[in-house]
T-cell receptor, first 115, second 110 residues
Framework: KAGVTQTPRYLIKTRGQQVTLSCSPI?????VSWYQQTPGQGLQFLFE???????NKGNFPGRFSGRQFSNSRSEMNVSTLELGDSALYLC??????????????FGQGTRLTVV | QQQVKQSPQSLIVQKGGIPIINCAYE??????FPWYQQFPGKGPALLIA???DVSEKKEGRFTISFNKSAKQFSLHIMDSQPGDSATYFC?????????WGAGTKLIIKP
């Protein structure tokens, strides 16, 4: 059974640009959640999608957005990149929604560097 | 009320020692407490989890102790090995979201 796949693995962008990250969940999983991980801040929840609907959103500015497609694949977009957006972006998929005592399976992440 | 406070931030233990990582929460609606382990370059992976109706759960060398009245739970690693060196996250799950602790970077010295 294939795991969670995130693409690309590494990305370098310039301030002001926008970026789109992709996440393919485990087959059959309908929930995809996104996290930002930085060395000093741990795992910061961005948002969760379940069956193409955003179910929950963390405390991030509107520059961070996402969507989920009918096949459960999800994309995350960050517009007008800032240096502080440099981080590891992790995607997790689960069978049920977060908060339903369900295990979250993480991808290896996309390392975004903004210069 | 939605926070999960994790300590210590980092921990160095000799091989064979028993590192202990602690987490505390406020929201009594939390009903599921997982621990995730993350190795460098990898995403976190579920290690062990406990529900509040149980005071202790063991899986191999990993044990969760749960104190419902104190709203605290902790992870113990018995006979720790250098391969256990990783970052550990506790989390708390209510009926609508998963709240994460800040993480503990554990180093087991040979």
């Amino acid at each position: 059974k294939a795991g969670v796949t995130q693409t690309p693995r590494y990305l370098i962008k310039t301030r002001g640009q926008q970026v789109t990250l992709s996440c393919s969940p485990i087959s059959g999983h309908r929930s995809v959640s996104w996290y930002q991980q930085t060395p000093g801040q741990g795992l910061q929840f961005l948002f969760e999608y379940f069956s193409e609907t955003q179910r929950n959103k963390g405390n991030f500015p509107g520059r961070f957005s996402g969507r989920q497609f009918s096949n459960s694949r999800s994309e995350m977009n960050v517009s007008t990149l800032e240096l502080g957006d440099s981080a590891l972006y992790l995607c997790a998929s689960s069978l049920g929604t977060l908060g339903m005592n369900t295990e979250a399976f993480f991808g290896q992440g996309t390392r975004l560097t903004v210069v | 009320q939605q926070q999960v406070k994790q300590s210590p931030q980092s921990l160095i233990v000799q091989k064979g020692g028993i590192p202990i990582i602690n987490c505390a929460y406020e929201n009594t609606a939390f009903d599921y407490f997982p621990w995730y382990q993350q190795f460098p370059g990898k995403g976190p992976a579920l290690l062990i989890a406990i529900r509040p109706d149980v005071s202790e759960k063991k899986e191999g060398r990993f044990t969760i102790s749960f104190n419902k009245s104190a709203k605290q739970f902790s992870l113990h690693i018995m006979d720790s090995q250098p391969g256990d060196s990783a970052t550990y996250f506790c989390a708390a799950d209510s009926n609508y979201q998963l709240i994460w602790g800040a993480g503990t970077k554990l180093i087991i010295k040979p």
